[in-house]
């Protein structure tokens, strides 16, 4: 015999699964944040305590301006910067118009090209560390942003999304801008990146955090430590420095990619969904 369940009911029920589910999946993420930052407000001496406080028994806010002052983070922010800066716009001045040759080009092996190219998504980052890092010691780039910025020019994932985007766009705005005399490259500048702007947040963003947080290429890359980046110049400085120091430098080393996705979020999310259903 079937036994019905009221709508109301089933509703009540669909409510508080997703409110229960919300609440885990956001502690899980912002627990341990808030829980870096609260740290690096405790004395030493404190944060070693077994078991551990919750809240300060000592607030020390001024750990912060301790550990940017100790660990110099001014000049590896700014090292950081250049190198996310340099990798964001190589990136797109190589990838953007690749995904537009193969989308609206179409080469004779566009597909062939394309899924090459996804084949090197396949393999292990750690296969590409020997040759890569032989071919920049040749070149002469050892201690060098332009190896970073090399190293991320071709992005198999970049190109991919971009490519997707593009084959979105109404035909009809580029024949128009075709009839009117446009080439190619008129119509990628004038046409079709105003109307990617969405994507290209996206893909901006997976960029500037991808390099932001790298730590093995620049580790092998820069062997002067006044050329490090902020995530080797902190696993450097990790065995001398205390523990409450330390997470002070985690914690401001992350704010700016934090910041960075809270202002565009939203242009993150309409470049993910942009596209996704054809008309």
């Known amino acids: 015999m079937r036994t019905l369940i009221a709508p109301g009911r089933s509703r009540t029920g669909y409510t508080i699964a997703l409110v ?3 609440v885990v999946l956001t502690a899980i993420f912002v627990v341990p944040l808030l829980w870096v930052v609260v740290s690096a407000m405790k004395p030493a001496p ?3 305590r077994v078991p551990p406080t919750v809240l300060p ?4 806010p001024g750990t912060y301006a301790e550990a940017w002052d100790l660990m110099d983070l001014g000049s590896y922010f700014w090292n950081t910067i250049v190198v996310a800066v340099g990798v964001w716009a190589v990136q797109l001045a190589v990838d953007v118009p690749a995904a ?10 566009g597909k062939a090209i394309l899924g090459a190219m996804l084949v090197t998504l396949m393999m292990p980052a750690a296969v590409l560390l020997v040759p890569t890092y032989m071919t920049i010691a040749d070149l002469g780039l050892l201690n060098n942003p332009a190896a970073l910025w090399l190293l991320g020019a071709a992005n198999a994932f970049t190109v991919f999304l971009l490519k997707r985007f593009f084959d979105q766009l109404p ?5 128009a801008a075709r009839i009117d005399g ?8 004038r046409v079709v990146l105003p109307l990617s702007r969405p994507i290209l947040a996206v893909v901006s963003i997976f960029a500037v955090v991808a390099a932001w947080k790298d730590f093995i290429w620049p580790l092998l890359v820069f062997s002067d430590p006044a050329r490090q980046t902020l995530s080797v110049a902190l696993q450097r400085f990790a065995p001398d420095t205390p523990v409450n120091l330390l997470l002070a430098g985690l914690v401001l080393s992350s704010l700016p990619m934090i910041g960075l996705f809270l202002v565009f979020q939203r242009h993150v999310l309409a470049g993910l969904t942009a596209g996704s259903v054809k008309g």
Do not use: F, K
């Open 46 to 48: 404190e944060l070693a």
């Open 20 to 22: 229960v589910t919300t």
């Open 57 to 60: 028994e000592t607030w020390t």
């Open 171 to 175: 035909v009809e705005v580029l024949e």
């Open 100 to 109: 537009y040759a193969l989308s609206r080009l179409r080469p004779v092996l």
């Open 182 to 189: 446009a080439n190619q490259v008129t119509m990628l500048w």
